[in-house]
């Protein structure tokens, strides 16, 4: 079978990584940019990231590597990729409008995919006279190491666009999870919480970022704390996808952004690529020390996991994707240290909703009301596995 020819458009960290994984897995690629300097920084990072990869033996040779991708500031140059990847910015007009130039140039078999986090596919396939061949590869940064890839189909999306672009992304060894076109598709809707209400906690009073983030990584097992991670990620593009996701559902109370995230964000504290976040990464200035209290870290640490967990059931309540999709994202997508509807099971579903209900008697918020299938699944006895 014939080697697809795969185009990628933007020549950022994303669009630069996914380049990466269709040529080691001896693809050709083109990687467009209408930035003449984006394409010259792609391919230095490039080069030497595929020749530390061929000292530490992970390829045979960095130049074969290398060689298979064009690199080129022509969108015209995809008229013969049988699938162009599109990575750049998140905005719904300018993405429109790019798929509608792309249907000009590629031909009609060609898949339309776009890399968004968060955006309606359904809307950018909308924007083309050939719908069914649009559909969402949401890769995470960065794309190389991180193992999961969300496929999301459009309501106007066919079951040959899917397969067959389920089927490439599962051949460059990526772990594929199958989501609705639905606001957050799995990952950034069910880890709307590990922020979300680590930003309340702070915002009550009851802890600082550091004993939060102690929490959950010291008692909770998870990689990085809530601040820690919005710092890495950046505090705007966070901030951002989460106004995308609460206006995008109905302005909902479960994912309210926060105003400390807020201003952050206004004050340019950004994170580790500004100097300044929930931390301070100046040269010199020592990081604030954690309040180690066993009493007071697991009740930050059940108090966040009850509401990753509502939310992950809600995921499955609404169909957004199966019960072992859901679970699969988490681990994979975000380095959770249990899919959370597994961890369900072993707490107990009874607890759960037992300490749901708790929080939404004391705050009378919609923010903590207990999912219907949970509720179901309680009262029938049921477990996810």
């Known amino acids: 079978m014939k080697k697809q020819i795969v185009g990628v458009l933007g020549a950022g960290s994303m669009g630069a990584g996914i380049a990466q994984i269709a040529a080691v897995e001896t693809h050709q690629v083109l990687l467009v940019d209408l930035n003449a300097d984006a394409l010259e920084n792609a391919k230095t990072s490039l080069t030497k990231v595929l020749s530390r990869l061929e000292e530490k033996g992970r390829i045979s040779s960095a130049d074969e590597v290398i060689n298979r991708i064009t690199f080129s500031q ?20 300018v993405k429109q409008k790019v798929f509608t130039s792309l249907e000009g140039i590629v031909s009609a078999n060609c898949i339309l995919a776009s890399n968004t986090s968060s955006l309606s596919i359904a809307a950018i396939a909308s924007a083309c006279s050939m719908p069914e061949r649009v559909i969402g590869i949401h ?26 672009a389920r089927e490439l992304i599962d051949g460059w060894k990526k772990v594929t999870v199958l989501t609705k076109d639905t606001p957050g598709f799995i990952v950034n809707r069910v880890a709307r919480p590990f922020y979300g209400e680590a930003l309340r906690i702070y915002e009550e009073g009851l802890a600082d970022f550091a004993t939060i983030d102690w929490a959950m990584t010291e008692l909770g097992g998870f990689k990085m704390g809530p601040f820690t991670l919005m710092d890495y990620i950046g505090n705007d593009v966070n901030y951002t996808v989460t106004e995308t996701v609460f206006a995008a559902f109905y302005y909902d ?14 004050a340019g504290w950004f994170g580790r690529k500004s100097g300044r976040g929930y931390y301070n990464y100046a040269e010199g200035v020592e990081q604030p020390a954690p309040k180690k209290d066993t009493v007071l870290g697991n009740q930050i640490f059940d108090r966040i996991l009850m509401m990753l967990i509502n939310e992950a059931i809600d995921a499955l309540f609404l169909n957004i994707a199966t019960k072992e999709d859901i679970d699969l994202a988490m681990t994979k997508g975000v380095n959770y240290p249990k899919g959370l509807l597994a961890w369900a099971d072993e707490i107990g579903l009874d607890k759960v909703l037992s300490q749901l209900e708790n929080m939404f008697k004391e705050y009378g918020e919609d923010r903590y009301r207990p999912s219907p299938l949970l509720r179901r699944m309680v009262r029938d006895g049921k477990t996810f596995y």
Do not use: G, W
């Open 74 to 93: 022509k969108i015209t140059d995809f008229s013969h990729c049988d699938i162009v990847i599109e990575a750049i910015i998140e905005n719904i007009e």
């Open 139 to 164: 890769f995470f940064n960065p794309a190389p190491l991180m193992p999961l890839v969300e496929i999301i189909p459009a309501v106007q999306t066919s079951e040959e666009t899917k397969n067959t």
């Open 253 to 266: 109370p479960r994912y309210k952004p926060s105003f400390t995230q807020k201003r952050h964000s206004e």
